[in-house]
């Protein structure tokens, strides 16, 4: 009889646990029993781990078996832990060495016949791993690639709990299985949608532009076919590339999905997009069992799209409010909270009325004036007063089309030149605080004596919120974009006129 220990990784979010894997035999009544708070995947381990181990050689022992994942208070989920417990098993039997398997971290999910299934949130798990000084982690062959991102850190990848007993000492005759791989999300390598698409709406470029340049939230009203959507899209695609520590996170993210990454970390912006019918849940996270992350992490570094947004539920859209502010969303559960950044850029786009043709000029729209009314007042003040450029979009008509047709318009590489170059002018202003883009900076700091503008330069701006045009979040958001439009024009400081095309893209109103 006797006893062993190897490690495992337990994800709460993007955060992990280290957990020991212990295995022991006793002489009681023959037996299996998995213990350490696991759910209902994981308390299935037994049987999974049982057939593997007989189906690769090398049998379980028939006496009693004990495991236990401790901590024991932690919840732990999903079916990655079943190479850990096999492995802590056979090394309890001496099937293979137990000071072998004490120095690894095991990820791995076990198929019937022994061979390992790729397994979610491996670089996030490997991470883990490395943070807390473990030099050296088995993962399916499957996932070892995606855990080779993870840098000084030996990956042993294996094919089967066959391959896995021989690392660890058993003595066992090699034989080589089909491995199991890792599906690749279709669509990953899709090329971004090119800025000189778009014909017309000069204006809703140059916000399109702007909002990349210092990560301002965005609003496009307009009627059917005006191009919001087709504007929205554009927007990754003049996104600066990632850093080495957003590209990080998204990956992560990608991976706690489940969601292949292939050999490589993301390093463009990503773009999420829901339907209209998401749930609180899908949109900001969440989970019965295990928390995954919703839409507004995914499109963490990227752009969240809400499409037709007044036609989200109200508390879907709320749900929003507070990870604008903080970048951040905890999700609460009785036995464990989880943290998931949602850094993201918003978009919504929306119809003026439930037919969509009121303002459209060409047809007559038939809503009454209270269903228009209604209609819109489904997104709420206190989130729209949140979204920094607000913007009605026009339809494109044949006067223009056919002025367009000879013009050199921009394309999505130059305005995206040109974005980095405005975020490096922020970011060498903003050096000696803990921000670096507009869209971050607070108020009061806009407004102290630093880099406070002069009266004659506000005085549009000073009107507007004495006649009530705009809130006190209001006119810092516009500093804010004013303060965009002059690094975007290589300004030092904005002017009247900076001001003036700020309050323009904030509330549509002149100074």
């Known amino acids: 009889m006797g006893i062993a220990r190897t490690h495992a990784v337990a994800l709460l979010g993007l955060t992990g646990a280290l957990v020991e894997v212990e295995a022991d035999i006793s002489a009681q009544l023959p037996g ?18 049982r057939a593997a181990a007989a189906n690769s050689g090398c049998p379980l022992t028939v006496h009693r078996l004990t495991i236990n994942l401790s901590p024991a208070a932690l919840p732990k989920h999903g079916a990655g832990f079943d190479l850990a417990i096999a492995l802590a098993c ?78 660890h000492g058993a003595r066992l005759e090699p034989k080589p299985v089909e491995p199991i791989l890792a599906a690749v999300s279709p669509g990953s390598a899709t090329a971004e949608p090119d800025l000189a698409d ?48 957003s ?14 990454l292939g050999g490589a970390l993301i390093t463009r912006p990503p773009w999420e997009a829901p339907h209209h019918t998401a749930t609180a849940a899908a949109m900001v996270g969440g989970g019965g069992g295990q928390i995954r992350p919703g839409a507004a992490s995914a499109a963490s570094h990227g752009v969240l799209f809400l499409d037709e947004a007044p036609e989200f539920a109200s508390p879907v859209l709320d749900a929003l409010r507070q990870p604008l502010e903080s970048g951040w969303i905890s999700i609460h559960r009785a036995n464990a909270v989880a943290h998931f950044p949602a850094r993201f850029q918003l978009v919504m786009a929306a119809n003026p009325c439930p ?11 038939t809503c009454p004036p209270n269903a228009r009314r209604r209609y819109l007042a489904r997104i709420s003040g206190p989130l729209l007063d949140r979204i920094d450029i607000q913007l009605n979009v026009k339809r494109i008509t044949a006067a223009q089309l056919r002025v367009s047709a000879g013009t ?56 507007a919120l004495e006649r009530g045009g705009i809130t006190m979040r209001g006119y810092d958001r516009v500093l804010r974009i004013a303060w965009t439009l002059a690094d975007y024009d290589g300004l030092t400081l904005p002017g009247p006129d900076e001001v003036g095309q700020a309050l323009y893209l904030r509330k549509g109103m002149t100074s």
């Open 90 to 167: 056979l090394a309890a039997d001496s099937t293979i060495s137990a000071a072998s398997v004490d120095t690894v971290v095991h990820f791995g999910e076990l198929a019937l016949d022994g061979r390992l299934r790729p397994t979610p949130g491996i670089l996030p798990g490997v991470m883990t791993a490395a943070r807390l000084a473990h030099d050296t982690v088995m993962v399916p062959i499957g996932n070892e690639a995606e855990a080779r991102l993870v840098p000084d850190i030996r990956v042993i990848g294996v094919a089967s709990l066959r391959e896995a007993a021989i690392f």
């Open 32 to 49: 299996m029993i998995l213990i350490g708070l696991p759910d209902a995947a994981l308390s299935q381990a037994t049987q999974r781990v």
């Open 247 to 260: 590209s990080l996170e998204v990956s992560s993210l990608r991976s706690l999905s489940g969601l292949g």
């Open 355 to 365: 037919c969509g043709q009121f303002g459209a000029g060409d047809l007559s729209c």
């Open 198 to 245: 778009v014909i017309g709406n000069d204006d809703a470029i140059l916000a399109l532009q702007i909002a990349a340049a210092g990560g301002h939230h965005v609003f496009l009203l307009g009627p059917p076919g005006a191009g919001k959507t087709m504007l929205a899209a554009r927007l990754p695609g003049l996104l600066p590339d990632l850093d080495p520590a």
């Open 408 to 463: 050199q318009r921009m394309t999505s590489v130059t305005a995206r030149q040109r974005v980095v170059a405005a975020r490096a002018a922020a970011a060498e202003r903003l050096g000696s605080t803990p921000w670096t883009l507009n869209s971050q900076v607070p108020g009061p700091w806009l407004r102290g004596a630093p880099v406070r503008l002069a009266p004659s330069t506000t005085a549009g701006l000073d009107r």
